[in-house]
C-alpha cells in the first residue's frame, strides 16, 4: 500500500454514523478492520441491492461506504469475543467506534481498559451528542441530527408554507465523519512527535453546529436570524431567485449576475450567437449597459435609476438564454464568458461528464466475485506520493475473519470460536 | 492547559473564504501556526467576507467582518504585495520556514506569481503545498470558477436536497465551503505524517466539485451497478430520505409560525409506541410492518403531521425522546445557540478577544481530544497585525527596514 496512511491499523466497531470515517482512512491506504456482529452490520440491509436483490453481500449503501477495509465477524456479547477483540486493539493503532454512550463500558472495551492494553492507542468515539452531558442518551438519526443542529433550518424553498428541508445522502453522519477523521490525525501527529496516544470525543450534534455557515455566526454576532430561500443562501435580507430551468428541463443556477459594461457586452453577443436577441425585449438596456463608463455596483442597484433597471435586464438576459439552450450549454457558455454559474446535476450525471472523466475521477472496482467492475466515486484529493485509491471492493460477511485470527495470534481458536457462535 | 499537538508545525496561508481559511483554521485551533497573507494594496480585499456582514456594532471596515473573524481565529496576519519585486525576494523567506503552504486562489494564479509547486519545492524540498479550487489543477474545466452553490448545483448535492413535485432546494449556504475545508484539513494532516515517515513533501491537489461528489455516493453506484438514475419527474424527496429503511421519516409542522419537528422510525417497536400517541388510525393493522408502511407512505405521513401540527415542537420531541424514537425539534440559531444545553455544556461558542471588534463568540470544535484539546481564544488578525512578530523576530528585520517596505507599499 502505498497511500498516507499505509503503517495505520485502525479498528473500526461502526453502524452506519461512523462508517463513512473508515472509507476515508482506508482509501487513505491504512489497514482498517471492520467488526461486525456475526448477523452483519445494519447497513448490509439497506437499499439499493445489487440488481435489486437484497443479501448482506449486495447492498450499495454498503458498498459505498466500506471500500478498503478487511471485514471480521465478531459477537462482542460473548467473552470470547470481547477477548478476540482485546488482542485486535492490542496490534491496533487507531479505534473508531460508533457505539450508543456507555455500551463500549458495558462490554469492558472503554478507553481505561484498552489503554491499558496498547497505552498508544488512539480510540475516537462518535455519538449523537458526546459520550457524556446533557442530551447524550438520546436517540439519534442522520435526520433528527440535521434537524436538531441547524443545517434543515437554513434549507428549503421561499414558500415558508413548506417545510424546511434536509439535504439527501446522509450529510448529518458524514460530517461527524470529516470531523473524527480531522481530529484523529491530529492524535496521529501528535503520537508521531510524542508517542502518545488518547481518547476522543466526537459530538456529531455539536458538528452539525458549526457546519452552518453564516446561520452561526448571523447570530453569535448580530443576533439576526437567516431565513430559507429555493436555491440559495438562506439570509437576513431576501435576495433575487437563481434557480431556472434551462431548454432541456434540468434546472442550472445564475449565481450573482455580471455588473461590468464589457460583460454585459459579452451577453449581447451571446444573444446574437443564438439568434434570439430581437426576442428578448429589454436587449435596449443591455446595450445602455454595454456602454457604461462604470460598474454596477450593489449601491447603485439599491438606488433604482438606470442601474438598477439595466441589472434587472441583465439577469433577466440570464434567464432569457438559459431558457432557450440546453443547462450544459449555459453552464460552459456562462463560465466560458466568465461568469459564474452552474448546472444542477443528479450525481449519476457527474460520472459522464467529460472534464471528471477527463481527470480519471470515477474509479473502477473489481468485484471478482461477481466478475464484474464497477465505477465507484473517485479521490476527494490528490496526493500523488501518497495516492488515494480504493484497494479493494468492501468486504463480504465475515470475509478476512481467518486471515486476521491468525495475524492476532488467534487461529488455533478459530474452529471453537465458529462453533460458540463468535464469529460468523 | 492542554498540550498543542500542532505546536511544531508551521503554515504559509493564502487561503481564503470558507473553503480555504476553515481548513487552516481547525490546524490553528490544534496549535498550527498559520501565518495568514493578504495583500496591502487593496486591504485584503481578494477575500469579500473581510469587510462582510454581519458586524458586531456599528463600526465597518475590514477589521471588522464577523464572518472573517470567524474562520481565522488563531491565526496570525501579515499584509505582503506579492505583485512587488520585493515582494517576491521576502515570500521565499516565509516559505524556507514553513511545512504547508496553502491557497484557494484560481487555479494557475501561484504558477503566475513564479510561486508553482516546482518553485516551492526548490526553496523548501519537503514542503507541503495545498492548491483547493473548484474544478482542481487540470482538465477542461480548470478555468472555471465556483463557490459554494456552484460547486454543489455540479455535484448533485442540491439536486437530492427537495420535496417531491418541487425543484431542488439545495443547501441554504455553502456547505461544501465547510466540506472544502474537512477535505484540506484531512489531506494536509495526512501529508504531514505521510512526511513524517517519509521525509517526502507533495502537491495536494483539492477540487472542490469532486470532493463534493464523494458525497453522495450510493446513488451514484445505483446508476453505475443498477442503471438506475436519480433524476426522476417527482424529483427526489430527501426528507422522506431513501439511506435507510425508516417510515415515517420527514420533517414535520408543528404548533406555531414555521415552527417544525423531525421524527424517524427506524423500528416497527417505534412505530408501534408513536402510533400509540397518534391513536386512531395509526393502529391500523396494515402500518405494522415497514413494508406495509411504505406501502401506505402518504396516508402515514398524514397521520404523523395531522398530530405534531397541534403540539410545541420540544414537546413532541420530549415525549418522543422518553419512548426511544429519534426525534429533534428544527432548532432556530438563537434555539441551538443559546438555550441547547448540549451545545453549552460542550463550549461549543467560545469568546474570543478581538484587536479592533474586542469579544466575539465563534463556532468551536466539535471534538475533545483527551490528551490534546483544542483551545480557540485569540480572534482573527486586524490587517498586517503580526507583521512586527513575523518580519521582524522571525525574519529579522529591523524596524526600519519594516517602516520602508510599509512605505514602499511591500508590506
Not at chain 1, 341 to 355: A, N
Not at chain 2, 112 to 134: H, M, T, V, W
Request: hydrophobic residues 40%; negative net charge.
Amino acid at each position: 500500500m502505498t497511500g498516507a496512511l499505509n503503517d495505520l491499523r485502525v479498528i473500526e466497531l461502526c453502524n452506519e454514523a461512523g462508517a463513512w470515517a473508515g472509507k476515508l482512512l482506508a482509501d487513505m491506504g491504512a489497514d482498517v478492520i471492520k467488526v461486525e456482529p456475526p448477523a452483519g452490520s445494519l447497513t448490509r440491509t439497506y437499499a439499493p441491492f445489487y440488481k435489486d436483490v437484497p443479501h448482506l453481500d449486495r447492498s450499495l449503501t454498503y458498498w459505498h461506504y466500506n471500500t478498503s477495509k478487511r471485514g471480521i465477524t465478531l459477537d462482542l456479547e460473548q467473552e470470547a469475543g470481547r477477548e478476540a477483540f482485546r488482542a485486535l486493539v492490542a496490534s491496533a493503532d487507531v479505534l473508531i467506534e460508533d457505539q450508543a454512550p456507555g455500551q463500549m463500558a458495558t462490554w469492558g472495551l472503554d478507553y481505561p481498559d484498552l489503554s491499558t492494553l496498547n497505552p498508544k492507542l488512539i480510540m475516537t468515539s462518535i455519538t449523537p451528542f458526546g459520550r457524556s452531558g446533557p442530551r447524550s442518551t438520546e436517540q439519534a438519526t442522520d435526520l433528527t441530527l440535521l434537524a436538531g443542529g441547524g443545517p434543515v433550518w437554513s434549507c428549503g424553498y421561499d414558500d415558508h408554507s413548506l417545510p424546511p428541508v434536509r439535504g439527501g445522502g446522509n450529510q448529518g453522519y458524514q460530517t461527524g465523519c470529516h470531523w473524527a477523521v480531522v481530529t484523529t490525525l491530529i492524535a496521529v501527529l501528535h503520537r508521531d512527535f510524542t508517542g502518545e496516544g488518547q481518547h476522543l470525543d466526537v459530538n456529531m450534534h455539536a458538528a452539525q453546529n458549526v457546519t452552518t455557515e453564516a446561520a452561526s455566526y448571523q447570530w453569535l454576532v448580530a443576533r439576526e436570524t437567516v431565513q430559507r430561500q429555493t436555491g440559495r443562501h438562506a439570509g437576513v435580507i431576501p435576495s433575487q431567485p437563481v434557480q431556472v430551468l434551462a431548454g432541456d428541463g434540468r434546472y442550472v443556477t445564475t449565481g450573482f449576475a455580471p455588473r461590468r459594461p464589457g460583460q454585459i457586452r459579452t451577453l449581447l453577443d451571446w444573444l446574437d450567437e443564438i439568434g434570439i436577441r430581437e426576442e428578448f425585449e429589454s436587449w435596449p438596456l443591455l446595450e445602455l449597459g454595454a456602454n457604461l463608463d462604470h460598474d454596477i455596483t450593489m449601491a447603485g442597484i439599491q438606488e433604482g435609476g438606470e442601474d438598477a433597471m439595466i441589472y434587472g435586464a441583465v439577469r433577466d438576459s440570464l434567464v432569457f438564454i438559459a431558457e432557450h439552450i440546453t443547462a450544459y450549454e449555459f453552464f460552459v457558455g456562462t463560465q466560458s464568458r466568465d461568469m459564474q454559474c452552474g448546472l444542477i446535476y443528479s450525481p449519476d450525471e457527474v460520472v459522464e461528464d467529460r472534464h471528471f472523466l477527463e481527470r480519471g475521477w470515477p474509479t473502477p472496482v473489481e468485484h471478482p466475485e461477481l466478475g464484474e467492475t464497477f465505477i465507484y466515486p473517485g479521490a476527494p484529493y490528490r496526493m500523488p506520493a501518497s495516492p488515494w485509491q480504493i484497494y479493494r471492493r468492501a468486504p463480504l460477511l465475515g470475509e478476512h475473519t481467518t486471515e486476521v485470527l491468525a495475524e492476532i495470534g488467534l487461529g488455533a481458536q478459530e474452529q471453537s470460536l465458529r462453533a460458540s457462535g463468535v464469529i460468523a | 492547559m492542554a498540550a498543542k499537538a500542532l505546536a511544531p508545525i508551521r503554515i504559509v496561508d493564502f487561503s481564503g473564504v470558507l473553503a480555504g481559511a476553515g481548513a487552516t483554521r481547525i490546524l490553528a485551533a490544534f496549535g498550527a501556526q498559520v501565518i495568514r497573507i493578504e495583500n496591502p494594496a487593496n486591504n485584503g480585499a481578494w477575500d469579500p467576507i473581510r469587510a462582510s456582514p454581519p458586524f458586531k456594532d456599528e463600526r465597518r471596515g475590514h477589521n471588522f467582518g464577523g464572518g472573517w473573524n470567524n474562520h481565522n481565529v488563531e491565526k496570525l496576519g501579515v499584509t505582503l504585495n506579492m505583485g512587488t519585486k520585493k515582494g517576491k525576494e521576502i515570500f521565499p523567506r516565509l516559505v524556507a520556514m514553513a511545512d504547508i503552504v496553502a491557497e484557494n486562489f484560481a487555479a494557475g494564479v501561484m504558477e503566475r506569481l513564479g510561486f508553482g509547486y516546482e518553485q516551492l519545492k526548490a526553496i523548501k524540498p519537503d514542503i507541503i503545498y495545498l492548491s483547493n479550487c473548484g474544478f482542481g489543477a487540470t482538465g477542461p474545466y480548470q478555468p472555471f470558477k465556483t463557490w459554494g452553490p456552484i460547486v454543489q448545483a455540479i455535484s448533485g448535492l442540491t439536486y437530492t436536497s427537495g420535496l417531491a413535485g418541487e425543484a431542488p432546494a439545495g443547501w441554504g449556504y455553502s456547505y461544501m465551503d465547510h466540506g472544502g475545508a474537512y477535505y484540506g484539513a484531512t489531506a494536509m494532516l495526512a501529508a504531514l505524517h505521510h512526511r513524517h515517515k517519509t521525509g517526502e513533501g507533495q502537491w495536494l491537489d483539492l477540487a472542490c466539485t469532486e470532493a463534493a461528489s464523494t458525497l453522495t455516493g450510493a446513488s451514484i453506484l445505483d446508476y453505475t451497478v443498477n442503471g438506475r438514475r436519480t433524476r426522476s419527474e417527482s424529483g427526489v424527496d430527501s426528507n422522506r430520505g431513501n439511506e435507510a429503511p425508516m417510515a415515517p421519516h420527514n420533517v414535520y409542522a408543528a404548533d406555531g409560525e414555521d415552527e417544525w419537528v423531525a421524527i424517524a422510525c427506524r423500528t416497527d417497536a417505534e412505530w408501534a409506541a408513536l402510533a400509540r400517541e397518534v391513536g386512531g388510525s395509526a393502529l391500523d393493522p396494515r402500518y405494522a410492518t415497514y413494508e406495509g408502511r411504505q406501502a401506505n407512505r402518504d396516508a402515514v405521513e398524514a397521520l404523523v403531521g395531522d398530530w405534531t401540527r397541534t403540539r410545541g415542537k420540544y414537546d413532541t420531541q420530549h415525549r418522543l425522546q422518553d419512548l426511544g424514537i429519534p426525534c429533534a425539534a428544527v432548532q432556530q440559531p438563537e434555539e441551538r445557540i443559546d438555550k441547547d444545553p448540549n451545545t453549552s455544556a460542550w463550549g461549543m461558542w467560545p469568546t474570543v478577544t478581538h484587536s479592533a471588534m474586542g469579544e466575539v463568540r465563534v463556532d468551536g470544535i466539535p471534538v475533545h481530544l483527551s490528551k490534546t484539546d483544542w483551545q480557540i481564544a485569540r480572534g482573527a488578525p486586524c490587517l498586517g497585525e503580526h507583521n512586527d512578530i513575523v518580519f521582524g523576530e522571525m525574519l529579522g528585520m529591523s524596524a526600519e527596514e519594516i517602516a520602508e517596505l510599509k512605505a514602499e507599499g511591500v508590506l
